[in-house]
Nanobody, 115 residues
Framework: QVQVVESGGGLVQAGGSLRLSCAAS????????MGWYRQAPGKQREFVAR???????NYADSVKGRFTISRDNAKNTVYLQMNSLKPEDTAVYYC?????????WGQGTQVTVSS
């Protein structure tokens, strides 16, 4: 009943920027957490950033100061602005939307940072 659609991944050189988007649809309700996770080849999925419906944010230490998460509640959309990208940021990035009622993941979008 809740679905998420991601966009914005691609190939970028080190030091460049990308902006990821994730739009949620269905029976969303207010009061939820939207976040981004990533998984590099051969590694576990890891937390990147999260934002609550009250716009409280949290970031992984590895991206703090470089990435910015934001949301547009009217559009049920979460964004991840990624600046100063590094090769170690290369991964599949997944969107997650959750609250007491649901926990939904997107299909993932590839981000590749070349040196």
């Amino acid at each position: 009943q809740v679905q998420v659609v991601e966009s914005g991944g691609g190939l970028v050189q080190a030091g460049g920027s990308l902006r990821l988007s994730c739009a949620a649809s269905g029976s969303i309700y207010s009061g939820n957490v939207m976040g981004w996770y990533r998984q590099a080849p051969g590694k576990q999925r890891e937390f990147v950033a999260r934002i609550t419906s009250g716009e409280s944010t949290n970031y992984a230490d590895s991206v703090k100061g470089r990435f910015t998460i934001s949301r547009d509640n009217a559009k049920n959309t979460v964004y991840l602005q990624m600046n100063s990208l590094k090769p170690e940021d290369t991964a599949v990035y997944y969107c997650n939307v959750r609250n007491w009622r649901y926990d939904v993941w997107g299909q993932g979008t590839q981000v590749t940072v070349s040196s």
